[in-house]
């Protein structure tokens, strides 16, 4: 089953730079598919038209069969949750009141969401006692786990992440990558991951698209072809 398909997709932006050459790809659902590749090939540009941040000059981009242009920017973003390399977090909120933002906002109780958010520390490997801390008072690394606690808060089928875990140090970022691959195991998500370490996508992916510069696709293999190669 193809959760997400690229169909001829090219990104001009106004300034000329193509950032995106005619990409095709199919990312089945389920998957935690990694967009590798050098800084400005195409990773990032790619990855945000998926929740309509970016728009297509040209080709379609479809999630479950649905053209994405035709479903609302807002209504998109709400549909999936979105890692950056900076966790986001609202500096004046506690981390369960950063998790809960979303739901909240779709209509879940005040006290709901706040039991959620504590699971779901949880889920990210922390201490449920860090839920009433700003998020000042975190680690960079605890920091950016809360960030994929708020992710995950909406329960997305999709979740993209970009750099999730270039920031952190090198020892934290081999646990956090540990933690995404049990949660992955657990949840079953659709997930799309950027980075520019090779490492990183051979140790987290089930698929591996490898952009090149000119924002072409060069392959689109398993971890275990990409090694073999
Ligand atoms: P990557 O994620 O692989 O680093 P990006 O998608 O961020 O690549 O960028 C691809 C190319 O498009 C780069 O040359 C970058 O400078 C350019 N680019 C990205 N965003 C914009 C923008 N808003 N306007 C103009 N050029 C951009
Ligand atoms: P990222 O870490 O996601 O690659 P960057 O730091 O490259 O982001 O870019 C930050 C913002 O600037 C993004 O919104 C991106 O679209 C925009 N941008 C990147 N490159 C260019 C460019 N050459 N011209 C204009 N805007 C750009």
Same mark, same amino acid.
């Given at each position: 089953e193809t959760a997400?398909?690229?169909?001829?997709?090219?990104k001009v932006y106004p300034n000329g730079t193509t950032a995106v050459d005619h990409l095709d790809l199919e990312i089945p659902t389920g998957s935690l598919t990694v967009f590798v590749g050098p800084s400005g090939c195409g990773k990032t540009t790619s990855l945000r038209m998926l929740n309509r941040m970016v728009e297509p000059t040209s080709g379609t981009v479809e999630i479950n069969g649905r053209n994405v242009a035709d479903?609302?920017?807002?209504?998109?973003?709400?549909?999936?949750?979105?890692?950056?390399q900076q966790s986001g977090l609202m500096p004046h909120r506690t981390v369960e009141d950063n998790i809960a933002t &979303?739901?909240?906002?779709?209509?879940?109780? %005040?006290?709901?969401?706040? =039991?959620?958010?504590? /699971?779901l520390l949880g889920s990210v490997g922390l201490d449920e006692s860090l839920a009433t801390r700003y998020?000042?008072?975190?680690?960079?690394?605890?920091?950016?786990r809360v960030g994929v606690a708020r992710a995950l808060a909406a329960d997305p089928p999709i979740l993209l992440m970009d750099e999730p875990f270039s920031a952190v140090d090198p020892v934290v970022r081999q646990d956090l990558q540990r933690e995404l691959l049990d949660l992955q195991k657990r949840l079953h998500?659709?997930?799309?991951?950027?980075?520019?370490?090779i490492d990183?996508?051979?140790?987290?992916?089930?698929? &591996?698209?490898?952009?090149?510069?000119?924002? %072409?696709?060069?392959?689109? =293999?398993?971890?275990? /072809?990409?090694?073999?190669?």
């Amino acid at each position: 089953e193809t959760a997400i398909r690229y169909s001829g997709v090219s990104k001009v932006y106004p300034n000329g730079t193509t950032a995106v050459d005619h990409l095709d790809l199919e990312i089945p659902t389920g998957s935690l598919t990694v967009f590798v590749g050098p800084s400005g090939c195409g990773k990032t540009t790619s990855l945000r038209m998926l929740n309509r941040m970016v728009e297509p000059t040209s080709g379609t981009v479809e999630i479950n069969g649905r053209n994405v242009a035709d479903v609302p920017a807002a209504q998109l973003r709400r549909s999936m949750g979105y890692v950056m390399q900076q966790s986001g977090l609202m500096p004046h909120r506690t981390v369960e009141d950063n998790i809960a933002t &979303v739901p909240r906002l779709n209509g879940v109780s %005040k006290s709901k969401a706040r =039991a959620n958010a504590r /699971e779901l520390l949880g889920s990210v490997g922390l201490d449920e006692s860090l839920a009433t801390r700003y998020p000042a008072q975190l680690s960079g690394g605890q920091q950016q786990r809360v960030g994929v606690a708020r992710a995950l808060a909406a329960d997305p089928p999709i979740l993209l992440m970009d750099e999730p875990f270039s920031a952190v140090d090198p020892v934290v970022r081999q646990d956090l990558q540990r933690e995404l691959l049990d949660l992955q195991k657990r949840l079953h998500r659709t997930i799309v991951f950027v980075t520019h370490d090779i490492d990183e996508a051979i140790t987290l992916g089930n698929r &591996v698209a490898v952009f090149a510069r000119g924002g %072409k696709l060069a392959q689109y =293999a398993t971890p275990e /072809e990409l090694l073999r190669a």
